[in-house]
């Protein structure tokens, strides 16, 4: 791994990521997007793993796609290169994953952090969609996943003009989930990937999916989705567990069947 750092168990059950080109502000080539694709694969088949942390540094989570890399590709290039067949693997990771955003989440990696199930920031975060200012505009689903998580008006500002919000507006317009101060980003996020960790991760899994589809289908539709895997999770041992549990008045010892 060469732009990437992998702690496959950073601690019990939760695996850490940390994007690693500290000098690009952890521009997104295709070499870390590949590198990223491949070791949340890993984690989500290591069963030892429940939730995902994905970092970058103090002064970046990611300023975007490698505007280099890219500035002299044709389209039919682009098209061949095919980038977003990473983007559409990194969206199927089964576990849950939380973005711990300091500095610059911009561009692919504002869409990177809106791809993850939660958000942390720091107070240094500042989150936007700048490609506008060089010519294009989000390819890896910012203008979707965006506009569902601030709604119509703000999200066309934020891709017209290209400005950064900062992680008190993020908090206000309700697409991140906490703001601590610098030093804390990591810890927080760690915080909340602990408490997840705690939990069935066959019932995470089966929550996660869908919550997701909430974005994806109808009411009707997400509404028979969701009843499908309440009753799935009568087929695990950790329903069991966790009722049982809850009935002898104890802690739950999940194991993930
Ligand atoms: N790509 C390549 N290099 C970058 C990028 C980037 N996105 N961002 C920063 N860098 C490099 C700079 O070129 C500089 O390198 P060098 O020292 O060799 O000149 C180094 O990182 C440090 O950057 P700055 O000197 O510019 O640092 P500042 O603190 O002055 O400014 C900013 C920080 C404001 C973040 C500034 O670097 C900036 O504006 N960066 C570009 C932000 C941007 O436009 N992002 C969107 C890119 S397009 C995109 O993301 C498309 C997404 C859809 C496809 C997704 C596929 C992955």
Redesign the pocket.
């Known amino acids: 791994m060469n732009f990437i750092k992998v702690i496959e168990e950073q601690e019990k059950h939760i695996g850490l990521i940390q994007l690693n080109r500290p ?3 952890n ?2 080539n295709l070499e870390l ?1 590949g590198e990223l694709r491949d070791a949340l694969k890993n984690l989500d088949n290591n069963n030892q793993i429940r939730v995902i942390v994905i970092t970058g540094n103090q002064k ?1 989570f990611a ?8 500035a002299d590709k044709s389209a039919i290039e682009m098209l061949q290169i095919d ?2 067949s990473t ?1 559409d693997q990194i969206r199927k990771t089964k576990k849950p994953i939380i973005a711990a955003v300091s500095g ?1 989440a ?4 504002c ?1 990177l952090a809106l791809t993850c199930d939660m958000i942390i920031a720091s107070e240094t975060a500042k989150f936007g969609q ?2 506008i ?2 010519g ?1 505009m ?3 689903g ?1 203008t979707q996943r965006l506009t569902r998580a601030v709604g119509k008006a703000r999200a066309m500002e934020m891709v017209l003009t290209g400005k950064f919000i900062d992680a008190e507006e993020a908090m206000k317009y309700g697409f991140i989930n906490k703001i601590v101060p610098v030093e804390k980003y990591l810890d927080e996020a760690m915080n909340l990937a602990r408490s997840i960790a705690q939990m069935s991760p066959v019932a995470t899994q089966l929550a996660k999916e869908s919550v997701n589809r909430a974005f994806e289908t109808h009411l009707d539709e997400g509404l028979h989705f969701e009843r499908k895997n309440f009753y799935l999770l009568f087929a695990s041992e950790d329903q069991k567990e966790g009722m049982a549990a809850f009935v002898e008045k104890r802690a739950p010892d999940f194991q993930g069947k």
């Open positions: 000098k690009e502000l521009a997104l997007m970046a300023a975007g796609a490698d505007i280099k890399q890219m980038q977003f983007w610059f911009l561009g692919g990696g869409e700048p490609e200012k060089i294009v989000p390819g890896a910012g």
